[in-house]
């Protein structure tokens, strides 16, 4: 049976170790900062995973 799994946006307030980044992130180097609007899945532990990177409104990528 699969895992029931959520998922939400956020923003990255601080850097704390409770949660853990996705493969394809990890793979690709991309940092992760305070200020981040994030995509994280979490599972019935409580456990997060951070899955994608939102582009922020005001930077000039």
């Not at 981040?36 to 582009?55: A, C, H, P, Q, T």
Request: aromatic share 6%.
């Amino acid at each position: 049976m699969k895992e029931q799994k959520w998922i939400h946006e956020g923003l990255i307030t601080e850097s704390l170790p409770i949660g853990y980044i996705s493969g394809r992130i990890r793979r690709s180097s991309i940092r992760i900062l305070p200020g981040d609007r994030v995509k994280i899945e979490i599972s019935r532990f409580n456990r997060g995973r951070l899955i994608y990177r939102l582009r922020n409104k005001d930077s000039n990528d």
